[in-house]
């Protein structure tokens, strides 16, 4: 049956299915509230029934985009110190194929956190039906050090970070005191020592993050840039994770800051809708279960073929390397008595904030992003805030990357190659894509048919070779294949290439350092960002510093450092846009609003080129535990540094 026909159909299976007296129906109970109890969001997830169709179809799409994913059999044997990692993938796929699932939310879970637990941000199955609704804990947790002392409180100011989030949330919590627990010391969660519980977050619900230190961190609040502001990200652990609902819950052992004496409290969750608008159970499944426009890809040679998530093709196709937060969307802003105070530069009304310090010696750039919603404009404000701090005098700079999940390939190496200096020769990795046999048919495809780096990302001219000479787009990259093994299996890659991101820059670059590299020293996070920060460690032995973890366990600098990420509807485009849509191997459209996006493309690290970047381990050269005055206080913890 044609898809549309099918999803059609399926659409109104599903209506009848779900037409219910409204007294009875679990989802018009939270039909146009902002915010909802997690027992009534959970009724109406739970809900809906089971279908072996839909199964089918998620699991024959993931397993096929599986097969483009260049990580997969590094994860059969993850080498140390990602070894908690390790996953059979394909073993795990045929298992969610056999199990009995009593509901659609079941399985869509049980993949969800299958996806989650390779612990790559890259590659991650988001079903919007069940992640449009994010938990939110009144009580955001933090790791300080006190009187010599790591511990986990309750953030001394939670009370203002909650109250932002407005009354809708708070009067949901019917009467439950949260203000009195703010600054409480925390004994255990959930019958565990709190940095044990905090483990147990890490390995079954953070993801994202490769490194298991980098995940413990993101268990806690931080501040961050969300769009173009500063705002606060409570943790996973006062999220209940990156994105869904499970708990209506936690109970916590504390000692609260007006008292001695240990006491047990329940703490409530309460649900955040960030999806469609609905009004009863089929209109949820509509609006936020079924297939969309947005949902699959289009053959871009179709002159009528438009998406919100194409980019504009009058200019080349801009590879992006990013995770995924969807905590971003509702994102809660900082209180003012966290929002920094130094002096700004310029170049800082977008996702880059630049501070000159009080000792006038120390410029400070908090990278919040390296996906504005202006590419050029982002090299115009690094230019713009370099010429600054110059002209102001300052002799050293301090780049802030925390919680910056990536973005845009080229501008990671854009702020790279600034700071370094032209005179550093080619800005990024060698990287390859995997070579399996529907990728050689797509590059084969895009020759044949004349595609170009304008609207595919697999033609030729996106590369260049090692020489920094860009390809043709007639040169099959591809094949025939390199020999390649990754514990002990074959993995046949493309010919290794480099990026040709100096295309896309609009500045010009100055020959030498604008600082002694000496003098600069940068944070950790995500994805490009990760990119850029490991650069800045391989190529130029750049201080890095990191903040924060569990006491006694190492932290690296880097998250999860990919190359580049396809969306589901980008690969799904890129074979479209081939002609081999109806080729055996490739997936079929999607008839739920999903995205299973994947690590398309490997860089390979400049200390061993057998060894990617991603599973290299680099520890920061220096390491701080978070105090009262520093967390979630952006200029404290400069100053400090």
Known sequence: MHTLRLLSFLIVSYSHVFAAPASSDPCATIAGKLFA?????????????FNETLRQNVLTTISRVFDFYTFENWYLDSPAPFQESTNNIRANLTRINTTHYETDYDFNIDMYDFTTQLNDGHTRWFTNCYTNWQNILPAPFINVEINGTQGVYIAPDSVDFISLIGTNYTDLLDGFDYQRLAGALVKTIEGKDPYDYADFVADTVSGNYLDHGVRVNSVFSSYRISGTDFSQRLGDLGESGPTGVK???LEVKLITAKSNVEETVSIPFIASFIGVAFTDQASYWENNCAANADTNGVDLRSSGSTRRSI??????????GNIIDKSNDSAIGLPPQFVPTAPQVDGSEGVIKNFILPDNQTGVMFVGSFEPDDFDQFQADTVAAISAFQNAGVSRLLIDLTNNGGGFVCLGQFLFQYLAGSNIGYPGFVSTNRANPLAQKIVAADIALGNDDTITFYSADNWAFLNDTQMPESFDYIDPSLPFAVNTVNEPTSQRFHDTCQLSFTQTIPEDPPFPIENVAIGNCASTCAMFSTLMNERLQTKIAVFGGKPGENVEFKGMAGNQVLEWADIDTEIKTA?????????PDLLVSGDFRHNWRTAWSWFNESIPIAFLSELPKLRFPYTLETYNDPQNLWIFA
């Open 37 to 49: 109890l997690p027992a009534d969001v959970l009724a109406c997830e739970r809900s809906l029934p």
């Open 247 to 249: 708990q209506t819950s």
């Open 311 to 320: 980019d504009n093709i009058s200019r080349r196709r801009l590879a992006k």
């Open 579 to 587: 002609g081999l849509k109806d080729d055996p191997l490739a997936p």
